[in-house]
Antibody
């Protein structure tokens, strides 16, 4: 059973960059898509984007200009950066192992609050 | 973006009841539709993929069907552990999009 652990600062100031890391254990990072999804408290789910193990990415057009994703197969880690954050970016951020576009195995997520 | 309209947004039912949730896509997504269960404080869990394929380990009281734009999710006999919010998700087109969720209460 693959384990996905999201880590990073829980508090980010407005206009700063949100940076998160997802560490993958119990399985290979290669050969899969890795998806980022977020969920504001008490609200629905928003697809941020995905990265394949070869580094190719797809992002949500609503966020595309602010999103950067990367992958380090040697460390079994993937990263998400979201710049120019506002309070609207406050959410739980999930890392998900995906088969093509199907988001199958979810990590527990990490809460990021944007506040001064 | 493909819009996913899920209804109802909430429902209250009794143990043993049959519960049905619907999801409508704004355009044809063939059968690229998944259903997720999310309990409070826990990440969503994929129950059904490809519109009707039950994931391994998911109880058989859960089922779903549909194709094109109209989809249905059913709990044949509601159990106390089924209290959760359920989401549909289309994965035919990027960006993937979710329905607004259905909160199921007893």
């Amino acid at each position: 059973q693959v384990q996905l652990q999201v880590s990073g600062p829980g508090l980010v100031k407005p206009s700063d960059t949100l940076s998160l890391r997802c560490t993958v254990s119990g399985g290979s990072i290669s050969g899969y898509y890795w998806t980022w999804i977020r969920q504001p408290a008490g609200q629905g789910l928003e697809w941020i984007g995905r990265i394949y193990s070869d580094g190719s990415t797809n992002s949500n057009p609503a966020l595309k200009s602010r999103v950067t994703m990367s992958i380090d197969t040697s460390m079994n880690q993937l990263s998400l950066s979201l710049n120019s954050v506002t309070a609207a970016d406050t959410a739980i951020y999930y890392c998900v192992r995906s088969v093509a576009t199907l988001t199958k195995e979810w990590g527990q997520g990490a809460l990021v609050t944007v506040s001064s | 973006d493909i819009q996913m309209t899920q209804s109802p947004s909430s429902l209250s039912a009794s143990v043993g009841d049959r519960v049905t949730i619907t999801c409508q896509a704004s355009q044809d997504i063939t059968n690229y539709l998944g259903w997720y269960q999310q309990k409070p404080g826990i990440a969503p869990n994929l129950l059904i993929s490809d519109s009707s394929n039950l994931e391994a380990g998911v109880p058989s009281r859960f089922s779903a069907n549909g194709s094109g734009t109209d989809f249905t999710f059913t709990i044949a006999s509601l159990q106390p552990e089924d209290i959760a919010t359920y989401y549909c998700q289309q994965y035919d087109n990027i960006p993937l999009t979710f329905g607004g969720g259905t909160k199921v209460e007893i």
